[in-house]
């Protein structure tokens, strides 16, 4: 069964996660199906994705700690895949440790009333150093509250600093992203992408995203065509064929 669904209509894409048995816990698998979640988001007509969660208690716990993911990076919308097109984050319940760093990373985020957001990491001892970016995204002694004492903020809290846009009624928070979406993806889809980029390239990057900008080329080499073709070439003695892919 799928860990993720992706539906489309009117050129927005709603991504769900959907491992509601352990309240979307991200381990290996539900990270490989976000992060191909975005890659067909990237490639497709869609201009807006709405990041979701399928129940209400939970948006996600954070990595499961019975299954640590090897590369939870490659989840996050605009680090494990490069997008130039806007993400909206819809929340609900808890968003906990890794699941904090998805909406972090996503460019805008309609949250339930209901959302709490934490970050207990330095309570479990252990960090993947993606939060980081939060700095950028918050007022600094704020931030700083929210990642060393590591209780949580609540969606009016949020509100109130600017990391979240509206506070949705229980229950309509996906509804009300999705309204958001569809204004956007009215607008002039080159405009979008411009502005999402020049954002972006004024933001101050965390260190984790610079390694990812680095990781995303690279994997790009390591999994390619011509990597495949050049050992084969040379074991067999002979001038590689590369296409480039």
Not at 12 to 19: C, E, L, Q
Not at 30 to 55: G, I, K, N, Q, Y
Request: net charge neutral; with cysteine.
């Amino acid at each position: 069964m799928s860990l993720v669904r992706y539906e489309s209509t009117g050129h927005v894409a709603t991504i769900t996660m959907a491992r509601s048995d352990k309240h979307n816990a991200l381990n290996n698998a539900l990270c490989t199906e976000l992060r191909d979640a975005w890659l067909r988001f990237r490639d497709s007509d869609d201009r807006v994705a709405v990041l979701a969660s399928s129940e209400e208690k939970y948006f996600s716990v954070g990595a499961d700690v019975g299954d640590l993911p090897v590369n939870m990076w490659h989840a996050v919308p605009g680090l494990g895949v490069d997008l130039d097109k806007p993400v909206i984050a819809a929340t609900s319940g808890w968003v906990v440790g890794g699941a904090f760093v998805l909406v972090q990373m996503a460019d805008l985020c309609v949250a339930s009333e209901t959302t709490r957001f934490i970050y207990p990491e330095g309570k479990i001892g252990t960090t993947a150093g993606g939060v980081s970016s939060v700095m950028a995204r918050m007022p600094h002694k704020i931030a700083m509250e929210f990642l060393l004492v590591g209780e949580e903020m609540s969606a009016e809290r949020a509100f109130q600093i600017g990391f979240v846009n509206k506070v949705a009624p229980q229950g309509r928070h996906v509804a009300m992203a999705q309204e958001m979406a569809t204004k956007i993806a009215g607008n002039a889809p080159l405009v979008v992408r411009a502005l999402k980029k020049l954002a972006r390239e004024a933001m101050p990057k965390g260190p984790l995203e610079t390694v990812a900008d680095v990781r995303r080329l690279l994997d790009e080499v390591r999994d390619s065509e011509d990597l495949k073709e050049g050992v084969k070439a040379f074991v067999e003695k002979r001038t590689p064929r590369f296409t480039g892919k």
